[in-house]
């Protein structure tokens, strides 16, 4: 796994039978706890016998790790992963927001839980107009009118009842202590605090947390404590999921929402407490001799990367091998039709139909497939026409989001989760409640209702969860068995992401900390390509430019994969290189 050097410096040991974690370098010294002796990152395990946790930071990979220790399952270790990231990587995921869940047992049963966020009551298609006028996507993020009903408690109760092994409460044990006894702050948060201060400091408790004085972020290696969100998390782990949606706590997510200083909105503790998680159908395929599952809508994730996958089917990858062009242009072609149909088709199912059967068909897909030349370029991509597909809305795109955490999770039973959580933008809509981030999901909506005159699928309406790109993803060999689990954040270029290092593992036979670190391509639809600033796709970009691309553009863009394989009898653990995420083992 490609990590950055370690220093022996030691995380305060949360649980009396949890061992230590070495921050990456960068982090200032911590005293270490009275305790075990201090483990080192660990980025395999035996299969059978431990389980393996990859995150985007090794605090929370541990929290994860330490369940694990306890007995507890797959399901059990992501629960506690989730809650330590709330306090190491603020900007990122957490209570305030929402996400997808993608679990499964060793026979390879596959099951799904949607966390997503809703819009409240009296959202209608023109919530983010003003003065007759839709607000700039920057102007609408910060404040009240981006918050949906936050998910993601919903999402761990209903993940906890069907696959729990261990109490509630000892699952925000390890995010207890860090808020609690403070955590080092990264270069990365420092850097975020830094380019965000419209939401990092927008709020007046996030300004207090994490700036100083003169206004400027927090130096990175400053401990940070978070009480608020400590003693907010102590009740949620007495009382469960309900401290959250009701009483105090849902009261002052309404009154902040609609008195925020900027973008107030009518929210009720109604909307709150409405709030479900829903159980939702997988959505599974062939690819080659694998099964790729992953969350449906109102995830685009597993449509799309599934779609990207069967349309390259037919072309031999592994001869093309990850340094030709002519797989990066095969790449981007797939990707330029997948995102089409996304664009085209994909909502919450509770509001459009979503034709999901056909556009994860095999025929369908073929007949997208045979658009794609290895010699030449698609001139125009437009949207196909699925089997089951009703009345066409209009097809709008989605803008990128910083604010999201990928981490996966296996057991030593065989279970294994896949589990995206968000708060959308950096530091979401920058409202904080008792120590956390409220979300700005609700601009994942297409701001602007319609497309010359037509009304699209994801636009805003009442009750609704906006469209996402996260695609927590399960891999299975021919044999049934796990053979990889992946997700990734990063706005739209989220399946992207998953796509490559599905490519990588499957066809190109890279160990996967190998694929993950493989550049990024991302091409969604039109005529534009982006490639990955100063990877080697950059020098690719005349070869791409002669198969027919009319724009090839290198860009900045926000990567952050984490997955874990099997290989043989051992799994292997392995977080992007762009991130400071760790595999531990339990």
């Known amino acids: 796994m490609n990590l950055r050097p370690f220093r022996s410096l030691a995380l305060l040991a949360p649980l009396s039978l949890a061992a230590c974690v070495m921050p990456p370098q960068g982090y200032a010294p911590m005293l270490p706890a009275a305790g075990p002796p201090a483990i080192g990152l660990a980025d395999s395990a035996e299969v059978g016998t431990r389980g393996l946790v990859s995150a985007a930071d090794p605090r929370a990979a541990d929290a994860g790790a330490q369940m694990l220790r306890l007995g507890g399952s797959a399901t059990d270790a992501a629960i506690a992963t989730m809650l330590a990231l709330n306090v190491v990587e603020p900007q990122s995921s957490g209570i305030g927001g929402g996400g997808f869940l993608v679990t499964s047992d060793a026979a390879g049963m596959v099951e799904t839980i949607d966390g997503r966020e809703t819009a409240p009551a009296a959202a209608g298609p023109q919530w983010f107009y003003a003065d007759g006028k839709p607000l700039p996507i920057m102007e609408a993020i910060p404040g009240g009118?981006?918050?949906?009903?936050?998910?993601?408690?919903?999402?761990?109760?209903?993940?906890?009842?069907?696959?729990?092994?261990?109490?509630?409460?000892?699952?925000?044990?390890?995010?207890?202590?860090?808020?609690?006894d403070g955590f080092i702050m990264t270069e990365r948060l420092h850097m975020m605090l830094a380019r965000y201060?419209?939401?990092?400091?927008?709020?007046?408790?996030?300004?207090?947390?994490?700036?100083?004085?003169?206004?400027q972020p927090k130096p990175a290696g400053t401990?940070?404590?978070?009480?608020?969100?400590?003693?907010?998390l102590e009740q949620v782990s007495a009382r469960g999921a309900s401290a959250f949606y009701a009483g105090d706590n849902a009261e002052t997510i309404a009154a902040k929402i609609g008195t925020a200083p900027r973008n107030p909105a009518p929210t009720t503790t109604a909307d709150i407490a409405a709030y479900r998680a829903v159980a939702r159908d997988p959505v599974c395929g062939h690819y080659r001799?694998?099964?790729?599952?992953?969350?449906?809508?109102?995830?685009s994730g597993a449509t799309t990367v599934f779609a990207v996958l069967k349309q390259l089917e037919r072309f031999d990858l592994t001869a093309l091998g990850p340094d030709n062009p002519v797989a990066w242009h095969l790449l981007a072609e797939s990707e330029r039709l997948a995102y089409a149909d996304?664009?085209?088709?994909?909502?919450?199912?509770?509001?459009?139909?979503?034709?999901?059967?056909?556009?994860?068909?095999?025929?369908?897909?073929a007949s997208r497939s045979a658009l794609i030349s290895d010699k030449a370029t698609i001139p125009a991509v437009s949207p196909g026409t699925p089997p089951r597909a009703t009345a066409r809305l209009a097809p709008a795109p989605q803008q990128e989001e910083h604010g999201t955490s990928h981490f996966v999770v296996v057991d030593r039973q065989g279970n294994a989760a896949s589990y995206t959580s968000t708060i959308e933008s950096a530091f979401g809509s920058g409202l904080v409640v008792n120590g956390y981030f409220l979300n700005n999901e609700l601009t994942d909506f297409n701001i602007v209702p319609d497309?010359?005159?037509?009304?699209?699928?994801?636009?805003?309406?009442?009750?609704?969860?906006?469209?996402?790109?996260?695609?927590?993803?399960?891999?299975?060999?021919?044999?049934?068995?796990?053979?990889?689990?992946?997700?990734a954040a990063g706005g739209a270029t989220i399946p992207v992401q998953v796509i490559k290092t599905i490519i990588g593992v499957l066809d190109w036979r890279l160990p996967a900390a190998?694929?993950?670190?493989?550049?990024?391509?991302?091409?969604?639809?039109?005529?534009?390509?982006?490639?990955?600033?100063?990877?080697?796709?950059?020098?690719?970009?005349?070869?791409?430019?002669?198969?027919?691309?009319?724009?090839?553009i290198p860009r900045e863009m926000p990567l952050k994969t984490n997955a874990i394989e099997r290989i043989g009898t051992r799994w292997q653990g392995a977080a992007d290189p762009r991130s400071e995420g760790a595999a531990i083992a339990e």
């Open 223 to 232: 401990l940070i404590r978070n009480p608020a969100l400590a003693d907010f």
């Open 289 to 299: 001799q694998y099964r790729v599952c992953g969350m449906g809508p109102p995830s």
């Open 451 to 487: 497309k010359d005159g037509v009304p699209t699928a994801n636009r805003v309406e009442a009750g609704k969860r906006p469209r996402s790109s996260m695609a927590p993803t399960l891999v299975f060999g021919a044999d049934g068995k796990l053979v990889l689990a992946v997700g």
């Open 342 to 365: 996304r664009d085209q088709y994909l909502a919450d199912p509770g509001f459009v139909s979503v034709p999901v059967a056909g556009l994860t068909d095999s025929t369908y897909l």
């Open 145 to 180: 009118r981006s918050v949906g009903a936050p998910g993601s408690l919903r999402l761990a109760a209903m993940a906890h009842g069907k696959h729990g092994r261990i109490a509630w409460r000892t699952l925000f044990q390890p995010a207890i202590r860090l808020a609690r």
């Open 514 to 552: 190998q694929a993950i670190a493989l550049p990024v391509l991302f091409a969604p639809g039109g005529d534009t390509v982006f490639v990955e600033q100063g990877s080697k796709l950059e020098a690719m970009i005349p070869a791409l430019l002669a198969l027919g691309h009319a724009k090839v």
């Open 197 to 215: 201060p419209g939401t990092g400091a927008l709020d007046p408790a996030g300004r207090a947390l994490y700036y100083g004085a003169d206004g």
